[in-house]
């Protein structure tokens, strides 16, 4: 009875936990969204270049370095508190080494991609690194105890300086700074608040033993970084060096707004079910129950916004981001499909985590960047940066069929309840495309027609969606019902 009781408080605090997640991504990604169509109305595609430039050297010292420490953390069942000043001692003697290789290799990397305007940018860049160093370890506690509420604050805060400082500036400069200076107030911003919220104080230690301890874990949780940092950046730098900065600025910016759906549905996965599986680890049923729920649910919310991004891309970045960003419309098509196989695989990975099994992540990441390896050149020579997605989405459609059946087999849940799973949303999704693309080419589009044909679609799907419920017992309204009624009892 106990155990039951258990068990009921742990489903109801994930189910928590997912809906302030969920609202969090929501809000964020909705300010996140603006601020990118007033930048991209302001600023050229280049200046995005310029940035992802910057990030993607950023982005390759942090991954080379990565701890994995934090996964650890939240993966041990006992109380973590003797750990942290180890960690924290590790994690800063990292970023002020990583501050200063960023500065030292700023010319270097702007050798490399041809882009001497990148130097600086870079190098400024570097005291965002600085900023998450210092940051409170303590907030570890958010996620390992599924305290999201306070994860919203934290989160929230920098991404509200990061817009006003970014708008601002580029009503200003109109230049690349704008960027970087709004990434720099966000790290800062969200460093202030992590000692605001909790009352953990860091300080450095000389246990390194227990770092030790923690990277033994950590070490696979490293091979994977790596690997997925070469496979979800290897692209960028691919496009920035062969096809130019003014390129990578239209991949990215296709990247970004064809993905933002899976990549926060992935992010709520990630971050809440992790944590929720770690405690469920001995207990294979109840690990199986939990894992189709999240994939029902991700299933549920990722195909229909991929059919709705695949419909309305072109009309979207006419009306709101300008015909400067037109080229990209293709690729972000492609794209979409991308992330939506990538938020299925997501369902995935934490499941080998919280079994103590990271190295599968590992190996099959190995299968997708050796698709992307063998396939990049010769798809971006010819198609340019639609080329280049198609070898992203073929990559990732490969190595999601393993992830699948690993996943399928140390939860038992069977190949027939997996496939019933995802079956539904897949046909509903492919009917909201069916239906929107003659009514698109009959009618034609305008700001109101745009949000019109939006309406159309989620209707279109939820009143399936209530039909498969009703006949087919598809039990979504119970699902979705139950993380209301947490949200709402916090």
């Given at each position: 009875?106990?155990?039951?009781?258990?068990?009921?408080?742990?489903?109801?605090?994930?189910?928590?936990?997912?809906?302030?997640?969920?609202?969090?991504?929501?809000?964020?990604?909705?300010?996140?969204?603006?601020?990118?169509?007033?930048?991209?109305?302001?600023?050229?595609?280049?200046?995005?270049?310029?940035?992802?430039?910057?990030?993607?050297?950023?982005?390759?010292?942090?991954?080379?370095?990565?701890?994995?420490?934090?996964?650890?953390?939240?993966?041990?069942?006992?109380?973590?508190?003797?750990?942290?000043?180890?960690?924290?001692?590790?994690?800063?003697?990292?970023?002020?080494?990583?501050?200063?290789?960023?500065?030292?290799?700023?010319?270097?990397?702007?050798?490399?991609?041809?882009?001497?305007?990148?130097?600086?940018?870079?190098?400024?860049?570097?005291?965002?690194?600085?900023?998450?160093?210092?940051?409170?370890?303590?907030?570890?506690?958010?996620?390992?105890?599924?305290?999201?509420?306070?994860?919203?604050?934290?989160?929230?805060?920098?991404?509200?300086?990061?817009?006003?400082?970014?708008?601002?500036?580029?009503?200003?400069?109109?230049?690349?700074?704008?960027?970087?200076?709004?990434?720099?107030?966000?790290?800062?911003?969200?460093?202030?608040?992590?000692?605001?919220?909790?009352?953990?104080?860091?300080?450095?230690?000389?246990?390194?033993?227990?770092?030790?301890?923690?990277?033994?874990?950590?070490?696979?949780?490293?091979?994977?970084?790596?690997?997925?940092?070469?496979?979800?950046?290897?692209?960028?730098?691919?496009?920035?060096?062969?096809?130019?900065?003014?390129?990578?600025?239209?991949?990215?910016?296709?990247?970004?707004?064809?993905?933002?759906?899976?990549?926060?549905?992935?992010?709520?996965?990630?971050?809440?079910?992790?944590?929720?599986?770690?405690?469920?680890?001995?207990?294979?049923?109840?690990?199986?129950?939990?894992?189709?729920?999240?994939?029902?649910?991700?299933?549920?919310?990722?195909?229909?916004?991929?059919?709705?991004?695949?419909?309305?891309?072109?009309?979207?970045?006419?009306?709101?981001?300008?015909?400067?960003?037109?080229?990209?419309?293709?690729?972000?098509?492609?794209?979409?499909?991308?992330?939506?196989?990538?938020?299925?695989?997501?369902?995935?990975?934490?499941?080998?985590?919280?079994?103590?099994?990271?190295?599968?992540?590992?190996?099959?990441?190995?299968?997708?960047?050796?698709?992307?390896?063998?396939?990049?050149?010769?798809?971006?020579?010819?198609?340019?940066?639609?080329?280049?997605?198609?070898?992203?989405?073929?990559?990732?459609?490969?190595?999601?069929?393993?992830?699948?059946?690993?996943?399928?087999?140390?939860?038992?849940?069977?190949?027939?309840?997996?496939?019933r799973t995802i079956m539904f949303p897949l046909v509903n999704g492919t009917v909201i495309i069916l239906l929107l693309l003659p009514l698109k080419?009959?009618?034609?589009?305008?700001?109101?027609?745009?949000?019109?044909?939006?309406?159309?679609?989620?209707?279109?799907?939820?009143?399936?969606?209530?039909?498969?419920?009703?006949?087919?017992?598809?039990?979504?309204?119970?699902?979705?019902?139950?993380?209301?009624?947490?949200?709402?009892?916090?």
């Amino acid at each position: 009875m106990h155990e039951k009781n258990h068990g009921e408080q742990l489903s109801r605090r994930v189910l928590r936990s997912g809906a302030w997640v969920f609202a969090l991504r929501i809000l964020d990604q909705g300010i996140a969204l603006i601020r990118l169509v007033i930048l991209a109305r302001i600023l050229a595609p280049g200046d995005f270049g310029l940035m992802g430039i910057a990030l993607l050297a950023m982005a390759t010292l942090e991954t080379f370095s990565q701890t994995g420490f934090q996964a650890a953390l939240i993966q041990k069942k006992e109380d973590v508190e003797s750990y942290l000043n180890s960690a924290w001692t590790i994690t800063v003697i990292r970023g002020i080494v990583l501050f200063v290789l960023l500065c030292l290799s700023a010319p270097y990397v702007a050798i490399f991609f041809k882009s001497p305007e990148a130097e600086p940018v870079i190098q400024v860049f570097g005291f965002s690194i600085l900023f998450q160093t210092f940051a409170n370890i303590g907030i570890i506690y958010f996620e390992k105890e599924l305290e999201f509420n306070k994860q919203f604050i934290y989160q929230l805060s920098g991404t509200l300086a990061d817009f006003t400082v970014a708008v601002s500036a580029a009503l200003i400069l109109k230049t690349v700074w704008a960027l970087v200076f709004g990434l720099l107030a966000g790290s800062f911003v969200r460093c202030i608040v992590s000692y605001l919220i909790h009352p953990y104080r860091p300080h450095l230690s000389s246990d390194l033993g227990k770092a030790k301890e923690l990277f033994g874990f950590g070490k696979w949780i490293l091979g994977s970084s790596i690997l997925v940092f070469l496979i979800t950046q290897g692209d960028d730098i691919f496009v920035g060096k062969v096809l130019g900065a003014a390129a990578l600025g239209f991949y990215q910016m296709a990247y970004r707004i064809s993905n933002m759906p899976a990549t926060e549905i992935t992010h709520v996965i990630s971050q809440v079910i992790f944590p929720a599986y770690s405690k469920l680890q001995g207990d294979i049923p109840k690990l199986r129950e939990a894992y189709l729920r999240v994939l029902q649910l991700t299933a549920f919310l990722s195909f229909p916004i991929a059919g709705l991004i695949f419909v309305l891309a072109p009309d979207f970045t006419m009306i709101f981001l300008g015909e400067k960003w037109m080229a990209m419309v293709p690729a972000m098509q492609v794209l979409v499909f991308a992330g939506l196989v990538r938020s299925i695989a997501a369902t995935a990975g934490p499941v080998f985590h919280s079994v103590g099994k990271p190295k599968i992540d590992t190996k099959l990441q190995i299968v997708r960047l050796s698709v992307l390896a063998i396939l990049i050149y010769p798809f971006t020579s010819k198609w340019g940066i639609t080329g280049t997605s198609l070898v992203v989405f073929l990559s990732i459609f490969i190595s999601n069929i393993g992830f699948s059946l690993m996943a399928i087999k140390i939860t038992k849940c069977g190949i027939g309840d997996f496939a019933r799973t995802i079956m539904f949303p897949l046909v509903n999704g492919t009917v909201i495309i069916l239906l929107l693309l003659p009514l698109k080419a009959a009618i034609g589009i305008g700001i109101l027609e745009f949000v019109l044909f939006i309406l159309i679609g989620i209707l279109t799907y939820l009143f399936i969606a209530y039909l498969a419920d009703k006949f087919f017992n598809y039990k979504i309204h119970a699902l979705i019902k139950g993380s209301i009624q947490s949200f709402r009892g916090i």
